[in-house]
Every structure is written in C-alpha cells, then in structure tokens.
C-alpha cells in the first residue's frame, strides 16, 4: 500500500529536541502537507505523550476530520543532536548523552552540559592484573560509568536525651573507703554541628557495576586529590560508545546526596551529644533534629570501570577495576582445594575439641556458664568453617 | 464489553480484570467508564539474547555458578509480559512522637493481585523514563499484558499506608529509633499506572531447564535459578561420608574411654557437619531473589 511520509526537526512542549516523523496510509494528494503540519502540531505535547497510542488516535481522527481516508498511521520520535543535527536513538530513560557523531556532551532538551572524565588506563594493564592474580584474561570490557558529585555544607541543629553511666565514689561511715559505684544518669543537650562534604551518587537508575560501592567510594575518594579534567568534544568521539548515559538528573541526584548528607548530620549530632555527656554513654536519643544542606558544586564525572572475567585452572572467575592506573575494586579469587579441605578438616577439629570441653568441664566441675560458652563457641566454629569450606570462590 | 472513556471503543473485560486498557488509544479505566489517572509504559530497551548475556555474566558472580556456566548454558524461551503497578508520588506532613516530618515519597503498588508472594511484589519503580503506553508497541514487542485487578480506591488506601512506611523507615535510620508516621496533611498524591515489561526466560544448562526473570527496561535480573556445579557437589557429599565416618569413630572412641559428654556432643556436631554437606550436596540450583545493583 503506498505511504504519505513526514518528518520535522521540533522542541517537545517539555523542551526536548527532537525530530518526528509520520507514516500514514495509503497515500493521497495533500496528505504529507497535512501530516507535515500535524506533525508541528503534535510537537507541542510532551516527549512522553509522544510515545503512545492517545497520540497516534488523535492524528488519525485529524486527519479523518480534514477528509483524508486513511486507514492507518505510525508516529515515531528520535533525538536531535543540537550541534551536527544526527538523529540519535536513546532509551527514554538517558537525561544526557554524548552524541556518538560529532561528540557533543548535553541534555535532552539541548542544553550543553559539562562533563569531567578520569582516563582510562592501558588494556594491558588490565591484563597485567589478571596475570598477577595467576590468570588469562577471557574478556575485558571498559566502560565509562556516571556519577554526580556535590560538595556541600552541612548544618544541623539538634537536642538530644543522653543516657551515660558515671562512677560515684561511695565511702564514710559503715562502708568500704574506696567502694566505687555506677549510676545511670540522664542530660539534656543541644547544639550545632557544622560540615564540609563531598558525595558522590550514581547517575544510573541500576547501576550494573560488579563493586558499585567500592566504585562509589573510590569517585569520592579520587575527587578529593585528583578531580578529572573536564571532556573536549574531540575527545569525547572515541570514547562515547562506552560511556553509559546518565539516567538522573542533577536535580534528582542532589535530592538523593541531600539525603545521605542529612544522615551523616545526624550521625554527627549524636556523636556531638555523646561527647558532651560526663560519663560511659549508654544510649543519645535524638529529640530534635533539623538539618540544612547546602549544595555548593554540582559535577556530572565519569569513572573508567573495567569488567573483565579470567581463567584460573578450570574455573572462570569475573573481577572489576577502576581509573587509569586500574585499581582493583572487587575480584573474585579461586580457593583451593587444599584450603577447602583444611576447612573441613578445621570444623571436624572444632567438634572434637567442644566435647573435650564439655568433658572436662564436667570433671573438674568448672561453672557451668563458662562452659556453656566454650561449648557454644566450639560449635559455632564447626558450622562456621564448615559452611565456608564450600565456597568456590573468595571475593576480595 | 466496556466503552473507552475516551475513543468510544468497546474493550473487552478480562476475568477479574478491574482496570482496562484500551488497545486502541492506550487510555486505562474503571469498569464504571472514570480513567485512572496518566497510563504509561517502560519501554524494552534490552533484546532477549542481550538479556541472556547479562545474565550469564551477572551470574558468574553467584558463587555456586558452574564454571563452564558462559560456555554451556543455552537459551530455550522467553516470554515477555507487561505487568502494572500503580506508582504514586506523595507529599507532605506525617506526624510522628516527635512531631511533624514533611516528607516526599514516590511508593509503587503492584495492580496485580498475581504478583502478590512473587519476587515482582517488591519491585520499586521510577517514573523516570516511563513513557505515555502503547498497546501497539506491546503487540510489536511481542509481549502480553497482564490484567490489572487492584482498583484504585484499594491502591490509594496501600499507597498511604505505604508512604507511611517509608517515612518510618527513614526517620528510623536517621534517628536510630522506632519513629512512627501518620500521614497528616497529604499536598500532593499522584497516582500513575505503569506498565512493566518483564521477561521471564527458560535456559537450558546439563540437560536440565532453569529460568529467570528480568526487568526488560534496566535489565535487572528479577530472580533466577542457577544450576551447582557437579564438583562441588561431588566434594560436598565426599566431606558429608567423611563427617558421619568421623561421627561413628568419635563416637565408639567416647565410649570407649569412658568419655559420656565427649560421646554425645563431637558425634552430633560431626553429624551436624554431615548433615550440611549433605544438604549442599543434594542442592541442584541455587535460586536467588535479589536485584542487579545489589549483587
């Protein structure tokens, strides 16, 4: 059946450049002028509305109402690259991208944004490690991973109910002159706590990272010594393939790290509080709490994170590592059998040895807690090193 | 039959199906004709051959993963379904012991009474990249949509409750105690249906089938039963006749010397031992529930 096409480059009315094209059938004279302005029209929906059949209905209804017979029509939305015009296939959930044709770095809605990137370091590096760890490399994988980083203050007032226990010398007439005795006391406190931080939150909705955390913790621990130099359009070219598209806003990401931080502020209140009681503190418990978080610096970075699995005898083991001088961040190590069997070996041990200690304990009348205790450390030990004595692998 | 609120077509009722969805203009709806509020989709953005090798990989991670799993394991079926839940974005004030919190949750409530008990009951989702739904796209991904039977009057009364939860469980771990919450004022409680695309894969691995499940939108692997490898068990049931050996030995070795504690506790320890290794020697999978991001 012949077709009647349309295509415009348009804004979304929630500010998403895009291009929409339009198939409608069969073909008739003036139907791809109507469709190339129903098309402007639709535009002024949202990048959303796009996607669905509400959309596709109401054109089909316009254009049945301006007295075309058609029987069917497709609408379709792609991105546009606001700098070389390329039509760019994203999932709906990127909110930035790295144009994989000219290597601009922005929004959906084509506002250019600023992106820091740490080099990568040599694939042979990578290699070198799997090699050190007594391995051959099967395959290795770069990509490069989002993360908002925010330096903040932080600010919280607070009062809390401190419980501590102190001593009280307790002596004079009828009583031991150097008894001690503890007394279970309670203090009201309040204060400020003040602080500086950097936090650091992946920019994927499921970051699909082996050691996501320890990634996490190395972003923020890098930030602090070395933050990366910010990404040149040539220099994004090459390396847009394996960057993974962020998938939270700043906004968002700032709501999350905002979070974080107020938990750490009351974190900090209760060890304040717990400082400024005069004894053993057995429990603060925070009556009043109010947080305020400034964000002072807001930077989308990119950490170079290697996946790679290897070879080790017959066992194939994955592992990942980060930055350019591709530090380790977890790896999973074979464990021998010898170490399994010593394992094993170890529990049997462990059984034998909690009912010598019961034996014993028995004969020479030892208390009965304290052999209680033995008893059930021994016995511990034997469930403990006999369930890792089946593990296949140690991770590290 | 029951007629779009919106286009006018008649859709047909599934059994026990309490919201509609039309597959003409995507719009969802009550049986009395009221639409439910803004119907969107998450879109497939993974294929499932991409998924399968995901998968594999992820699943290397699982200690108990056979070694030849990446080279062995092959792909029988996939079905893919799109499921609905009602996500809800709720703002304001609960009250708690201590006072007020004002709060903002986003909670998600499966519409499918189905998931209830399954590994899909406590998936939580974003709006974020949900799009407006598209019946033709479910048609084109080859899927099939599962019926949503929690109306919304039931979804707004567990959304509250579970916003409620939520703010609890916040203040709980930022104020180290039990702080429970009461929605007080609520500014802002949107309800969205949403549906899911879920893919639910058949593998084949040493002649035996196994399956998992996966989110087709972020790929993040749902639930999944992974085969223990041969070895493993073959070392397991080695250790388990060694153990109940040992436990006959210690024991005889008790009575023999006159040593009644000895005879009873180290013969049931090593028992126990036994007992463990038989257990890990007759488990021929693994199944684990737990998402992508927190392996």
Known sequence: MPEARAFVAETTSDGRLVYLSAVARPAQPGLEQALTDLLHELAHRSYSELHGDRVRFDALQALKSMGFAVEDVEVAVSYRCPQCGASIQLNPEAVIYVCPYCGWVGDVRGGKVSVRVWPAGQRELVEGLVRGLGGEPVSIELRYVPFWVFEASVEADYSATVVYRRARPAGGYGRQPYETRYVIERVRVSGRVRFRATRAVPARLHTEVFGGEELRMWVERKWGFQQPPTLEAGAAKPIAPSMLAPELSGEVAAEVATDMLEDDAAEEARSDARRRAPGYVEEVRLEFFSPKVSIERRELVFAPYWFFTYRRGSGLYSGSAVGSEVSPLRVELPLSNAERAARLAGSWLAAAGSGLVIEAALRWQVDPLMMLLAAGLGLLATAKLASSAFAPAKVG | ?295
């Open chain 2, 1 to 295: 039959m029951v007629a779009c609120p919106y286009c006018g077509s008649e859709v047909e009722q599934q059994p026990g199906e309490t919201v509609l969805t039309c597959p003409y203009c995507g719009t969802a709806f009550t049986l009395s004709g009221g639409e439910v509020g803004e119907h969107l989709m998450g879109r497939v953005n993974y294929t499932s051959q991409h998924i399968f090798e995901l998968f594999k990989l992820w699943a290397l991670r699982i200690p108990e993963t056979p070694n030849d799993f990446n080279s062995k394991a092959s792909f029988s079926s996939c079905d893919l379904t799109f499921y609905p839940y009602w996500v809800y974005e709720i703002a304001g004030s609960f009250r708690t012991a201590g006072g007020v919190e004002v709060a903002a949750v986003e909670v998600t409530i499966p519409a499918c009474s189905r998931l209830r008990g399954t590994p899909l009951e406590k998936l939580k989702l974003s709006l974020s990249g949900k799009v407006y739904y598209s019946h033709r796209y479910v048609a084109q991904a080859g899927g099939k949509l599962a019926a949503a039977d929690v109306g919304p009057e039931e979804a707004d009364r567990a959304a509250v409750a579970a916003a409620e939860l939520t703010v609890t469980e916040r203040l709980g771990r930022r104020l180290k105690r039990s702080a429970e919450a009461r929605a007080e004022k609520l500014e802002k409680m949107e309800r969205k249906l949403v549906h899911v695309p879920v893919y639910s894969c058949l593998y084949e691995y040493g002649g035996r089938a196994y399956r998992f499940v996966a989110d087709a939108s972020d790929s993040r692997i749902l639930y999944a039963e992974i085969p223990v490898e041969a070895r493993f068990r073959a070392a397991a049931l080695a250790g388990a006749g060694s153990s109940f050996a040992l436990a006959a030995a210690s024991f005889a070795l008790g009575l023999a010397f006159s040593l009644p504690a000895f005879a009873l506790v180290t013969p049931l320890a090593l028992a126990g031992v036994g007992a463990y290794c038989l257990y890990k020697a007759s488990a021929r999978e693994v199944v684990v529930k737990e998402f992508f991001a927190k392996s």
